[in-house]
């Protein structure tokens, strides 16, 4: 028999080299994207990035499998996973990614004890390397801004190496260095030996590249700067200059899949993002490019730190109230919690299965900038003093199944948390007309873009569409939502004689996956202008052409162009 030295030696250089594993299938696919960028290999693009979501989950799989062979009847001996911690933290100390390291450990304890709330003895609750890493930033080429800023573009689109040519390489950075001059000039930016840092890798997604950095002055003001590129039949081209937080943040946001970018040291590249996006918090950023593990534990420890500090009180969240999920948060917290509810209101027939499912689908899913990203967690837990009495009853009343109340703290078994958006229905009656007439165009535009990348929301309620910070529209109500091509969209037929037209019931059968776009005026509770604003952008959603020919682009292969940025931004 090992002695406990022996095995947690044994144990922690097992995970090491899962860990390693994990990390070399995670940069080969990540390494793909740029073939597959400079070829138009645009659907092998999409099974890489489905690929790599699920690399993941098969390591701890895997590692699980090893540590129990490995350990057998003392794989739960709490006593033993204090010394292979403390192993582990040796041996990745010096590494560039221990912060990720540390999360793939703590995976493995979680996964093994089912660990209620934190035990920091077993795990690696605040980060014991990565805040002491000093940033490092070899990553980033420098470039001097002066009056030669078309040919320094021209520079930085030849720097980044691609194989592809250029449609036309010294149009485009005109064109580029006439939007970035303008823009300064109107902000009253200092150029004077003003300099550009890029990041030397691209930003891979969907059917784009981005060269991702920012332009600083001589009196510090930075500003970020993004070049978009497409690459169509006729060559590279720049698509689109983004010079704005907003437009950058909108880019990166939590509604869309992540970036494919090589990053030798990702705790560095995240530290930069950050410089551009500073409103974003650092958990939706390692998200962003990949780290999704990673990212779920800096949201845990965001948790954690606001469950320490604030006095607020946790409330159901405002709104109408889900009949499918139970949603509470803290006033000023920019996150919602989301809790399954034992017994679903009627009409409603799923079951929590088919719930569960439906946000395992929008994980893996391209979202399209629409459908908001939800990290599942288990056994969070915190202090019954913190929820609202209203809170606490609805707990208890419909959601008795994930919730466990011990004396003083509550612990909840299972739930998703989510970005706090504001709901649509909310938003219209309270914003300005201007921006509510906005809000319900962009509403019509997010159902197309989800039936674009093949889903379709099922319940259309203004209540389960919000409306983020920055004014977009996104879905966040998954219990109905499905494939569209799944969908039998029907014109409704006429009645067949007086008493069919004056029936209460459909004269008409209606199988289960039948959809009738006409009625979809009666789901969205829009009137007077609201209506007619809806209505000016998007009547064909209410008849057939429009979804019977959606449908048919997908049953082609087509690979729809969803642009994360304004029409205004686009060069071409």
């Not at 005109?174 to 890798?201: K, N, P, W, Y």
């Not at 800096?298 to 109408?320: C, K, M, N």
């Not at 202090?383 to 009853?393: K, N």
């Amino acid at each position: 028999m090992m002695t406990d030295s022996r095995l947690s030696i044994a144990a922690a250089s097992a995970v090491l080299r899962a860990f390693d594993a994990f990390t070399n299938r995670f940069q080969a696919v990540t390494g793909r994207a740029r073939t597959r960028f400079e070829q138009r290999e645009w659907h092998a693009a999409a099974a890489d990035a489905a690929e790599r979501l699920d690399l993941y989950r098969q390591a701890l799989a895997e590692l699980v499998a090893e540590t129990q062979a490995l350990l057998g009847a003392r794989t739960e001996q709490h006593q033993l996973w204090i010394g292979i911690k403390a192993v582990y933290s040796a041996l990745i100390a010096r590494r560039d990614d221990a912060g990720i390291a540390e999360t793939f450990f703590n995976s493995l304890t979680r996964r093994i004890f089912t660990t209620v709330g934190v035990d920091q003895q077993i795990e690696f609750v605040h980060p014991d390397f990565e805040a002491q890493q000093p940033v490092q930033l070899d990553f980033l080429y420098t470039y001097a801004y002066d009056s030669r800023l078309a040919q320094t573009i021209e520079d930085i689109l030849a720097r980044a190496g691609f194989s592809a040519a250029f449609a036309d390489r010294a149009a485009d950075a005109r064109r580029a260095a006439q939007v970035i001059e303008a823009q300064l000039a109107e902000q009253q930016f200092a150029t004077g030996g003003a300099r550009v840092e890029l990041v030397a890798a691209p930003f891979f997604r969907n059917k784009a590249a981005y060269l991702v950095g920012r332009i600083i002055g001589t009196d510090g003001r930075a500003l970020p700067l993004v070049l978009a590129l497409l690459h169509p039949e006729g060559g590279i081209a720049i698509d689109a200059v983004l010079l704005e937080e907003r437009d950058v943040a909108v880019l990166f946001s939590f509604t869309r899949a992540p970036f494919r970018v090589e990053a030798a040291r990702p705790h560095d590249l995240i530290w930069f993002l950050k410089q551009l996006m500073p409103r974003k918090r650092v958990a939706e950023l390692y998200i962003a490019i990949g780290y999704n593990k990673h990212g779920k534990t800096e949201l845990y420890r965001d948790l954690l730190h606001e469950f320490e500090q604030s006095h607020e009180q946790f409330t159901i969240a405002p709104g109408v109230r889900g009949m499918v999920m139970l949603v509470f948060t803290l006033p000023s917290y920019d996150w919602v919690f989301k809790i399954i509810k034992d017994q679903f209101d009627a009409p409603k027939t799923s079951t929590r299965r088919d719930v569960m499912d439906k946000y395992d689908l929008v994980f893996q899913h391209d979202r399209a900038g629409r459908l908001i990203d939800a990290q599942e967690f288990e056994h969070l837990q915190f202090r019954r003093s913190q929820c609202t009495p209203e809170l606490l009853a609805a707990l208890e009343r419909d959601a008795a199944s994930s919730t466990e109340i011990d004396g003083e703290m509550i612990t909840l078994r299972h739930l998703y948390i989510e970005r706090r958006v504001t709901p649509l229905d909310l938003f219209v009656r309270t914003a300005p007309p201007e921006q509510a007439h906005a809000a319900v165009e962009d509403y019509g535009q997010t159902i197309k873009d989800l039936a674009a990348s093949n889903i379709f929301p099922g319940d259309m309620l203004l209540k389960n569409f919000g409306v983020t910070r920055n004014g977009r529209v996104v879905f966040y109500d998954y219990d109905e939502l499905c494939w569209l091509t799944d969908c039998v969209f029907r014109d409704i037929p006429p009645p067949r004689n007086e008493d069919e037209e004056l029936a209460a019931e459909p004269w008409y059968s209606v199988g289960e996956h039948d959809i009738f776009p006409a009625e979809l005026g009666r789901f969205l509770g829009l009137n007077g202008p609201l209506r007619a604003a809806f209505l000016t952008h998007h009547a064909d959603l209410h008849a057939t052409p429009f979804w019977h020919a959606m449908q048919a682009r997908l049953k082609a292969g087509a690979l729809a162009d969803i642009f994360p940025y304004p029409p205004a931004r686009r060069l071409q």
